[in-house]
């Protein structure tokens, strides 16, 4: 349980090596959360910074598993919390003599991943030897990585993007450069120190470095590519013309590989590229029936080659079976293929919006929202209506210096949308929840719904117009 940093990845190499299981744990994991990580997974040994040992002094640790605790890096007496409770050391230094490997299988679990758990307890994703070897493999195709690149991330390991980069690393002769965390202010400074040829950024990211001022230091760098899927389409050329940067856009989860994608010559902005070698994809209906292109349907996926994809939630058989149902990985996510094979996201199927008989995506609403000069960030999502059905919400966050009123906002939504996916209320906020990794926690907003401060179109007295 660390924040990024060079023990982290040691102790996963170590795990591979002697045959243990790794379970990275997102440092935000707090209570009743951090304590079904450890129930579910059956961790014995904790490798922890001392930042963290405050929340895990206060788990009841009589139902668990783990004996010891190494604290890294420590500054002080880190015993005389635990009161004996466990086995606590600082982490021990390297040894000349070395264990022997163990003998491996391509399926044997190297690492289990917690999926963030929105809804209900969160799933340990049990990921295999060989499901890294693809991923590694994969992406560093699309991303054209040759010996010698400088591969920069600034995302958390704990995470299967990181850790990605690590084995891309590995499996074509690059170094990799992982840096604590992201800084918008610190990015372009951050590429030009370390020579990055190569970068990982998330779809937030790009809008809020774009939202910055321009500086010398967009263009001071060596870095031709940048691994960035769910970047909004209209986001992409002037980020490119901005900074130089090509953007690759693609389609992974845990459970899966880096299914969807392309090289920079194959990119179409809006679009998460066409299916990769070794795969097999549906676009589905309800009843896993296959729709015809152009038709929005789930993603569904399959791997060719053995243990390319997670074998499935640790401890969780029923979560295991209904995901992977009838012989494929159901995504959850609603996606259209078109003519040429190329996949576009429209929605989580659960973010998908109900309103008066018709099926709204909260991501093309985002698109609409987020092109506004004075949005930075927006998430759209579902509220209850009290007729029927969803209204749709959104909560934004507007860029310094700014104004915006939330009537010229929706007139500037009614050109652009239908009218029925116009948002009915409008929620200004300063920020807007997220997991460690960026993902927007709109389970969050959901729960806090409509407040004395959330601005109402209906109340407003504007008419939206139906032409």
């Not at 951050?190 to 809020?208: D, K, N, Q, R, W």
């Amino acid at each position: 349980m660390c924040a990024n940093r060079a023990e982290f990845l040691e102790v996963l190499l170590a795990c591979g090596w002697l045959g243990a299981v790794a379970v990275p744990i997102n440092t935000a994991c707090r209570g009743m959360q951090l304590n079904h990580v450890l129930a579910n997974s059956g961790a014995r040994l904790l490798v922890s910074e001392e930042v963290n040992l405050d929340v895990l002094a206060a788990l009841d640790y009589s139902a668990l598993a783990v004996e010891a605790l190494w604290v890294l890096s420590p500054q002080g007496d880190v015993n005389a919390v635990w009161q004996e409770r466990l086995r606590v050391r600082s982490m021990p230094p390297r040894s000349a003599s070395m264990a022997p490997p163990a003998v491996l299988e391509d399926g044997d679990p190297l690492v289990i991943l917690y999926t963030s758990g929105t809804s209900g307890l969160s799933k340990g994703v049990i990921c295999p030897h060989a499901q890294f070897f693809w991923w590694g493999l994969n992406t560093g195709g699309d991303l054209q990585v040759r010996p010698g690149d400088v591969l920069y991330t600034c995302l958390p390991l704990f995470h299967t993007n990181a850790l990605n980069a690590f084995f891309q690393a590995l499996l074509h002769d690059a170094q990799l450069v992982v840096d604590k965390r992201f800084s918008a202010s610190g990015f372009y400074q951050a590429l030009a120190e370390t020579g990055a040829t190569v970068t990982y950024l998330l779809g937030a990211m790009v809008p809020i470095l774009l939202s910055r001022p321009h500086n010398e230091l967009e263009r001071a760098h060596n870095v031709r590519v940048a691994l960035a899927p769910g970047v909004p389409e209209q986001f992409h050329a002037p980020f490119i013309q901005r900074t130089g940067i090509g953007l690759i856009d693609g389609y992974g989860a845990t459970e899966t590989n880096a299914v969807i994608g392309g090289t920079l010559e194959n990119q179409r902005p809006g679009f998460m590229g066409r299916l990769a070698k070794g795969f097999s994809a549906r676009v589905v209906d309800s009843q896993d029936q296959p729709v015809a292109d152009g038709e929005p349907g789930e993603l569904v996926l399959r791997a060719e080659q053995p243990f390319a994809f997670a074998c499935g939630y640790f401890g969780m058989p029923e979560k295991t079976v209904e995901a992977w149902r009838n012989l494929w990985y159901h995504t959850g996510d609603r996606v259209v293929r078109d003519s040429d094979g190329y996949f576009r996201f429209v929605d989580r199927l659960k973010d998908t919006i109900r309103r008066r008989g018709e099926n709204i995506s909260s991501f093309e609403v985002e698109q609409v929202l987020s092109s506004h000069p004075a949005v930075e960030l927006v998430a759209v999502y579902a509220v209850k209506s009290e007729l029927a059905e969803d209204e749709v919400m959104a909560s934004i966050v507007i860029k310094e210096g700014t104004t915006l009123d939330p009537l010229e906002l929706t007139q500037y939504c009614e050109s652009r949308l239908a009218y029925f996916a116009v948002p009915r209320y409008l929620d200004f906020v300063i920020e807007l929840p997220k997991t460690e990794n960026g993902k927007v926690q709109k389970y969050k907003l959901r729960e806090l719904g409509v407040t004395a401060s959330t601005w109402d179109l209906e109340c407003s007295g504007y008419r939206l117009k139906r032409a």
